[in-house]
């Protein structure tokens, strides 16, 4: 049933959206439009908001920004986001629509962690649970956190696994391996890390940009479609993309 509102209230969320959209401190003229209201009226409304320190004035250029108050509000927000939760959330949603056997791995001290499986229709073998810390340059989860992680925490570990592939004869070019994440905005792997297996893998970004979660989907090689391109990696990318929106990302 709806319920009736206090109309200046929406009125006054709108133009502290329209704050928040501008790229910098904005006109009044520009405000009023954007929030498809007069002029005076937006002055009016804006007088009670700077008051609230909701917004604030630019003393020289007379523009209008967001204020002290509506940050705080915001950074408390964010403060108590519970990131996992969101994902938890919705994975039975996500399992459901790819039928693939899914988990959720954040960044841990020793790297990639697993931190919940769910198993799929089509099940597969694989010495992976919960606790399992995965590589980084060879899985999919591993290259996700490689791209987005800051150097200075995936560096030694990488250097690591580096010394570990040549011993075996194997290379990776890591600039490559990261700008292939970043193009596409999520990562594969086929059988490098797990012979026969194909894995997905895409980024939840927070406020800050940077990677809190990431969701991998695996399959059998032949049964699992690893492409960009697939229902799989179309459901993750959405997937993602809700999650990132919710923690402020992109």
């Not at 133009?15 to 929030?35: F, R, V, Y």
């Not at 408390?76 to 994902?87: E, K, P, Q, S």
């Not at 391996?177 to 999520?186: A, P, T, Y």
Request: with cysteine; hydrophobic share 40%.
């Amino acid at each position: 049933m709806a319920r009736k509102g206090v109309q200046s209230v929406e009125t006054a969320f709108s133009i502290l959206d329209c704050l928040e959209q501008a790229d910098g401190p904005i006109p009044l003229s520009d405000l009023a439009t954007c929030a498809n209201i007069s002029p005076s009226k937006a002055r009016n409304y804006l007088v009670s908001l700077i008051a609230t320190d909701q917004v604030r004035q630019e003393p020289v250029s007379g523009y209008y920004e967001m204020g002290p108050s509506t940050l705080r509000h915001g950074i408390t927000a964010l403060g108590r986001i519970d990131a996992i939760g969101y994902c938890l959330d919705e994975m039975a949603r996500l399992q459901h629509q790819t039928q693939e056997t899914l988990f959720i791995t954040i960044w841990g001290n020793k790297g990639p962690t697993i931190i919940r499986w769910f198993e799929g229709r089509r099940p597969v073998t694989v010495e992976l649970r919960t606790g399992s810390v995965l590589p980084i340059l060879s899985t999919a989860t591993g290259r996700v956190f490689l791209a987005y992680m800051p150097p200075s925490l995936t560096d030694s570990l990488v250097k690591a696994e580096l010394a570990e592939a040549e011993e075996r004869g194997k290379t990776y070019d890591v600039q490559a391996l990261k700008s292939h994440v970043l193009k596409h905005q999520m990562a594969k792997a086929d059988g490098e890390s797990l012979p026969g297996i194909s894995a997905l893998a895409v980024p939840i970004i927070d406020f800050e940009k940077r990677v809190r979660i990431v969701v991998s989907a695996i399959g059998r090689r032949r049964v699992f479609d690893a492409s960009f391109n697939s229902e799989t990696a179309a459901a993750l990318k959405t997937f993602a993309e809700s999650i990132s929106q919710r923690l402020g990302g992109a």
